[in-house]
Each structure stands twice: as C-alpha cells, then as structure tokens.
C-alpha cells in the first residue's frame, strides 16, 4: 500500500480532474534530464495507502460522522511505451504487446473509424494519434475544481521547468446538475468491482468494506455492497494473486515481467466524444417504430434507452425495476448493485441493519427484461456462463474505471439540438486500470461489446458503446429486445454518438518504480 500507486489501489473516484499530457523532445539532454524529473516528481505522486486513508475520511463524511474538511488532490503518474523507452531500456521486455504498440496502433481492432476523414480515426485525434503521441500522463483528482486547478498548474510549471512539453490538458468534471450521471443522462460507474484484501495486518483493514453480515456465509466474502465482486488484487496489479475457478481461491499470480513492473498496473485512457442529440433522436425514433409492433405498445425513448443500457437514469437495474424508474432504488448503494441474471435474488442480512425492501431481481437466463446486448449485462455477466466458461470467466475480465465526463452537460437530453453552443464537445475521459490491456480492455470492447454473438446469445451489439467494423455493413450495430408477451424485435442503427477521438494506453510504475528504475 505504500508502493503501489493510488491511482490504482483504490482508485481515483474524485469529482474533479485534470489530465496533463507530456512530450519529452528529441533532445539527449533534455531526455536525461527526463530521469531526473521523475525522480524528483515522484514525491508529487499519491501513494495507495494515501489515496486509501483519504477514501475513508469521504466516507465518513458520507455517514455524516465527520464534518467536511479539505484534503489536497491525488495525483497520478503514467507513461506510454514511447516514454517508458526513454527512461529504461527494459521497457522492451514489458509482457503486453498492445501497450508496446499503443492505442492509435490498435484503433482498428477495437473497432474504430478508419476513413482517413472520420473524426474517429487516429489521424484525426486531439490527443494521442500520429504526431501527437504522450510519453507520460499526469492524472490530478480532487474534492474541489479550485483545488485541482491550483494543482495542475503548480504541477505544469514543474514539468516546464524540466524542459519539457505540457502539449495536452483537458479537465473532467461530474455533472453540476446530475453527480455520477454520464452526458446520456444515466448514472455510471455503480458497477465498480472491490478490491479484495486488506490495507494492513489489521483483520478488519479491508481496502473494499464487508457490508454483508457473516451469518450469510460464503456470500459476505464473495461481495463488498450487495452485488459488487471482490476481485483478486491480481487482476488489476501486476505480481499479485490474479483469479481462479474459485473466486474465493487465489489464483496464479499476474506476471510482473521485468521484476520491476510488480505492483504497477496498464491504465487505458480513451477520450470519446459523446452526440447526446443524436443518441436522445435516434432512441425517440426506434421507439417510435417499435411502438406498431405488437407487445412492444406504449414503449418511449427512456424506456428503450433503459434497456439499452441495462439501468434506469437514477441507476435502478431495470431487473429490479422493469417498468419504470425507482430513484430511492437508483440512488441507495447497498441496493442498486444487488441483482443476478440467471436465478431470482433475495435480500442479504445486512452489518448495517439496513432492510433491503425495494422488488427483487427475477431470473432473466433468456434476457427477455434485460436485453443480452444491454450494456451491463454484455460487460459483467454476473452468475450467467458465457462463450468463455462459468460466472468465474467475468472476475478475469473486470477493470477500474475511474474516467469522469469532460464539457458542459445539456440539461434537456431530449431535445433536438440545433443550436449547441459546445458543438457537441462533451464525452468522457474515460479511464481504466487493469492488468491486462488485450484480457480485459481489449476483450470486452472487441469480443464481448463489438461482436453481436458473444459474450451469449441472443444478443447483438451493444449498442450503447459498442462498435460494427464488420466490412459491408456500415458500421450498423444490431440487438434483440422482447416484448411484454416474448415478442422479439430488433433493434438497428448506424447513428455513431460515441466517437473516439483520443488517448493512449499506458503503464502505471509502483512508487519504488519510479525512484530507482525509470528515476534512477
């Protein structure tokens, strides 16, 4: 916990953010001074135990049993494969061949645009595409804009006093009008796995807290909030017990290759353009068309959207809920997580006392309530086998999100935009901490969200975020959706409102990474 970096181990999930991207000239002195730099950054970098200890004061303010106070912003530090390359010459023995190619190399894969005049090709990109590499990232995450903005430039002056170039800087902030909720108008980032394990040799330390009394067995170990996997830390840092059949049984370690990249991780940075005026007009006109059809009366926008995405806007689970919002369901941690696809579910005896009363999932094998292309339900197939085995597959495939949206939200979702002073500059920063780019990022964006088949059938694509670069169709994505009486209909468009337009994927070192390798 003291050598790992907070970025990873808890995470950032702060409010505020600001990304700055560096560029180490083709200069021999400036790129031995590079080592220097980091070595002297690196106390700049919040340690694991750091990000963790100020995790629990956030709670604690949450549960109203401390008063706010001000704590100083979290920063992380990243380098692509080009940058690592100029500070070590073991950067080539790094076991991931995607990161030793990078993003805009593997753009194709994932799906992406790749007409020399789409905004989503690498070509195009505002960060990170041909010409326009990083060779490291500077994550800052705080309580409060003023606080990051504060940091960020006190970082930037550091980085320029180096001699080198800040030549990307973007903000992200939660939505003023909806924390937590995406430009779409839908809660994110519920569906966050814990990390299993403790903090220290204090048997109650847990990095992810226990809310499931013992008295339910083999279920309080197998879930932080009701719903929410524990994952073996090895699935997000390099050189830790990774998962294994059992998930309660640790699992082959994940390869630290060379020694020294134990306890780093791969973080993925993506910058995606959301067109929320496209999204809200093409789900108004699906619905519209679905509505003719018989078991499918009645159905509106949301209610598509919904199923699309496999959660409400408050962030109920429409397994829970499958007609309409439930907003104390959507906003109430130790119940919005708590649903299964496969088998009915039923309330867990809880250490806080809380009863969980609001409607229980019901078994959904076929996905007649949530779509198996609903967004959700193609990225965690929770209890539910998949083309890559048993419930245990989906533990293998989790990743940290800790991205946050970027632009001035649009309060009406609905409306038809014509006159959008941000010309649609608005999306995500998103970002995510793994151990494997190609097992975890890669898979789940090109096997299980891009392929209309997998992760079961009968699916489609996701729609939501997923992409079509099957040669002659379009690029048009496809889904199954059911009817009040197991009516099937599908669902078509060729809308692009997701569009990547930069990023990067980089390695995270462990604070002893930094001091003696790539510093030293």
């Known amino acids: 916990m003291t050598d790992i970096q907070a970025m990873v181990v808890p995470g950032f999930l702060k409010p505020h953010q600001t990304l700055l991207g560096i560029v180490v000239p083709d200069d021999k002195r400036v790129a031995i001074d590079f080592k220097a730099f980091i070595r ?15 995790r629990q004061r956030h709670r604690a303010v949450e549960s109203r049993r401390k008063p706010r106070g001000q ?7 990243a380098f692509t494969y080009r940058g ?10 790094l076991g991931s061949d995607a990161f030793r190619q990078g993003l805009a190399a593997r753009s194709a894969y994932l799906g992406d645009p790749v007409g020399l005049k789409d905004e989503g090709n690498p070509k195009n990109w505002k960060v990170g595409g041909p010409g326009n590499e990083l060779d490291a990232l500077i994550v800052i995450a705080g309580d409060t804009r003023p606080q990051v903005d504060k940091r960020a430039t006190e970082l930037a002056r550091i ?8 030549s990307y800087r973007e903000k992200g902030d939660v939505r003023p009008d909806h924390p937590g909720h995406e430009h779409f108008g839908f809660d994110d980032g519920i569906s966050q796995p814990g990390i299993r394990g403790r903090a220290s040799e204090d048997p109650n330390s847990f990095i992810t807290p226990r809310h499931i009394a013992k008295a339910e067995g083999p279920i309080h170990s ?11 830390p090895g699935v997000l840092v390099l050189g830790h017990p990774a998962t294994s059949p059992d998930p309660l049984v640790p699992g082959t370690p994940s390869a630290a290759i060379p020694a020294w990249t134990a306890n780093g991780s791969y973080l993925v940075f993506r910058r995606l353009r959301q067109d929320v005026g496209l999204f809200w007009r ?9 509505s003719k059809l018989p078991g499918f009366k009645g159905m509106m926008d949301e209610k598509l959207a919904s199923r699309l995405v496999g959660r409400w806007f408050s962030g109920a689970p429409v397994n829970r809920v499958p007609q309409k919002d439930d907003r104390g369901l959507g906003k109430n941690k130790l119940a919005n997580n708590h ?11 809880l250490n806080s006392g809380f009863v969980d009363k609001f409607p229980q999932s019901m078994a959904d094998p076929a996905g007649l309530t949530c779509p198996w292309a609903a967004h959700i339900r193609k990225v965690n197939t929770r209890d539910s086998a998949s083309d890559t085995g048993g419930r245990d597959s989906t533990y293998a495939r989790r990743l940290l999100r800790i991205g946050i949206p970027f632009g001035k939200p649009i309060r009406n979702p609905y409306a038809t935009i014509n006159n959008d002073p941000q010309k649609g500059e608005r999306g995500l920063l998103f970002l995510s901490i793994q ?10 964006m090109a096997r299980w969200m891009g392929d209309p088949s997998r992760p079961k059938m009968p699916a489609g694509h996701d729609i939501l975020v997923g992409q079509n670069d099957t040669p002659g169709e379009n690029r048009e994505r496809r889904c199954v959706i059911f009817g009040s009486e197991v009516q099937q209909a599908s669902v078509s468009t060729k809308a692009q409102w997701v569009v990547p337009t930069g990023g990067g994927y980089f390695f995270v070192p462990s604070i002893s990474a930094l001091q003696t390798v790539l510093g030293g």
Request: aromatic share 12%; no cysteine; proline share 4%.
């Open 40 to 54: 002297d950054f690196t106390p700049n970098v919040t340690r694991a135990r750091e990000g963790l200890e100020d």
């Open 71 to 77: 704590t100083k912003p979290l920063v992380g530090m």
């Open 84 to 93: 690592l390359r100029k500070t070590t010459l073991g950067a080539a023995s």
């Open 159 to 166: 980085i320029q006093k180096a001699g080198l170039k800040m």
């Open 222 to 232: 197998l879930f932080g909030y009701p719903g929410q996997d524990l994952v073996w």
């Open 282 to 290: 093409t789900m108004r006109a699906e619905a519209k068309q679905l």
């Open 339 to 349: 649903f299964r696809f496969d088998s009915d579910a039923h309330a867990y005896t």
């Open 435 to 444: 151990a494997s780019i190609e097992d975890q990022f890669e898979f789940l």
